[in-house]
């Protein structure tokens, strides 16, 4: 191998390795803060102590996204890198996971799924308010979601030679961190009840020619590792609400509706009951 080729050849490494040093990230996010206060809202929002009218009417839907303008893309291709996979399908199959667990609770006797649409970005209170009225809930759960996917370009990861030169083949070791949250209000009293967290870090690799479709794969297995970890936390948020309601504690006010007793059932038909039972003892004894 004479000089030129083996200068040519230190060049082209250190070439690739000076480009593999800047990591990229791809970014999906919508977040609740920026939804309920954005920075351009001068009136300061003051929480008051919630009044609850039980059994409660639910409301659940995904925060607007935040727009972002993600510039990484693959080296080797020139491709845009765009993998977040939180469809439009994925966020419905996941709001119907979180009204799941709302719907196991005597508490609540209604939830309605709003669509994103009706949700507009950085709408605030007034934009609740409206759903509110539109939908003729109490509460709302919103869900909100972030996920980054850094990207470490490792351009000396393997070198094969063969009889026309060098190949370096390249493998992306993709980092993918998810964070799901589920916040629910007291839309009239602007308070925050509760939240339900969940996160997911999922590593992975992949060779320039399936980098998007290993990057999409591991979008999908973050979401689903954060959403269940989010809604195995937000069952156990509403045990602890429900005892908050029970016990009638002083950041929570609690009236009922009518033929409402806390059970899930009026207290005349719970006589009722009773008053059967004891007959049919009766006439058995």
């Known amino acids: 191998m004479n000089n030129v080729w083996k200068v040519s050849l230190i060049l082209l490494t250190v070439i690739f390795v000076l480009a593999g040093c800047a990591g990229q990230q791809t970014r999906s996010r919508s977040s609740v803060v920026d939804y309920l206060y954005p920075s351009d809202q001068d009136v300061a929002i003051k929480p008051s102590v919630p009044v609850l009218k039980l059994p409660v009417k639910v409301g659940i839907a995904f925060v607007p996204s935040t727009p972002i303008d993600n510039h990484a893309t693959n080296f080797w291709t020139g491709k845009k890198l765009t993998p977040n996979a939180l469809t439009s399908v994925a966020k419905a199959e996941l709001l119907e996971q979180v009204a799941s667990q709302f719907r196991e609770r005597e508490y609540v006797q209604s939830i309605e799924l709003i669509p994103t649409e009706y949700l507009s970005q950085g709408g605030g209170f007034s934009n609740l308010d409206q759903i509110k009225t539109m939908f003729d809930i109490d509460i709302i759960a919103l869900v909100s979601h972030d996920q980054t996917q850094f990207t470490d370009e490792n351009y000396l990861s393997l070198t094969y030679w063969s009889i026309v030169g060098a190949y370096i ?30 996160k997911s870090v999922v590593k992975g690799s992949a060779t320039p020619v399936n980098l998007s479709e290993q990057l999409r794969n ?7 590792l954060a959403a269940d970890e989010m809604i195995k936390n937000l069952s156990l948020q ?19 509706r009518k033929n ?26």
């Open 169 to 198: 083949i390249k493998g992306e070791i993709n980092d993918t961190n998810t964070m799901m949250d589920t916040v629910v209000y007291d839309i009239s009293s602007r308070k925050m009840l509760f939240r339900a967290p969940g």
């Open 218 to 224: 591991d979008s999908i297995k973050g979401f689903e």
């Open 238 to 256: 509403l045990e602890v609400f429900k005892n908050k309601i029970k016990n009638k504690t002083e950041d929570v006010k609690v009236v009922h």
């Open 260 to 285: 409402y007793t806390g059970g899930g059932a009026p207290s005349l038909l719970i006589f009722i009951i009773l008053a059967s039972l004891s007959l049919v003892r009766n006439r058995n004894s």
